[in-house]
């Protein structure tokens, strides 16, 4: 039988000990050791919609779907369904696939679907990079791309500009270090922590006669001399099929 209050609890002689553990609550937010604590709840205790935190793997869960035993059902079984609980926007899977979003959830993009729009990968080699030394080139990517990944395979500083003149105020830079040399949308903060922003750069061709060329430079930052291997994966979005010839 409920016990009906006139007002509500406090500790006693103004004490701050708590009036309440959490797994004695129906529905509202409760602490398990792990998913086998959560599912051992009884279902008389929860509520559609109430959430639990496994310690174990730091995830929190909601009941999607709840199905008790009442007075006027006894014949129906008790149900509790778990559901992995998402704050906004997580990202998408990192495999071999290009994804979007639809109904808000990640759909694989595939090539020839009614975007268009399958992602590239453009492979450059240096054949030979010194201490100190800079190599400037140039790849027919797109008129404009959404860069994926780049990638290199030793400590570098890689620079793309939009125009031969390669004068930009403010070009896309990445400096590779020994323990991280794939720009994949993170940030790499200065306590070694990785963060992931999912925030892709746009290359876009800025010459006077447009085209899908795009220049890049490389620097050595470390004391090794020897060849240097680009990897850039893009999703080109504007494709111009002109070609320029490669600066001398």
């Known amino acids: 039988m409920a016990v009906q209050l006139a007002s509500n609890i406090t500790p006693k002689n103004g004490q701050t000990y708590y009036m309440m553990e959490d797994i004695y609550l129906k529905g509202g937010l409760q602490i398990r050791l792990g998913a086998y604590d959560r599912d051992a709840i009884p279902p008389a205790n929860l509520k559609l919609g ?42 998408a899977p990192e495999d071999s696939q290009t994804y979007g979003r639809k109904n808000g959830e990640w759909v694989p993009v595939q090539s020839g679907s009614s975007t268009g729009i399958s992602r590239k990968v453009a ?5 030979e990079l010194p201490p100190t ?23 570098c500083r890689v620079k793309a500009f939009g ?9 896309y830079e990445f400096r590779a270090t020994t323990d991280h040399l794939v720009d994949d949308g993170t940030m790499l903060l200065a306590d070694g922590t990785k963060f992931r922003s999912r ?6 061709n800025m010459d006077a006669n447009p085209s899908d060329r795009i220049y890049l ?4 930052v470390d004391d090794v001399e020897g060849p240097l291997v680009l990897t850039i994966t893009y999703l080109p979005l504007e494709v111009l099929k002109i070609s320029t010839p490669v600066p001398a």
């Open 217 to 220: 430079s490389v620097e050595s």
């Open 123 to 127: 492979i450059h080699v240096v054949d």
């Open 50 to 91: 109430a959430l639990v935190l496994t310690l174990d793997d730091g995830k929190l869960w909601i009941v999607s779907s709840l199905v008790q035993i009442t007075p006027t059902t006894p014949d129906v079984v008790e149900e509790v369904v778990w559901s992995e609980f998402q704050l906004g926007i997580q990202d």
């Open 163 to 171: 125009s031969s003149a390669r004068n930009e105020s403010n070009p």
């Open 133 to 155: 030394a800079m190599n400037e080139f140039s790849l027919e990517l797109a008129a404009s791309s959404i860069i994926l990944k780049l990638e290199v395979d030793r400590p």
């Open 199 to 204: 925030n892709f750069s746009i290359w876009s």
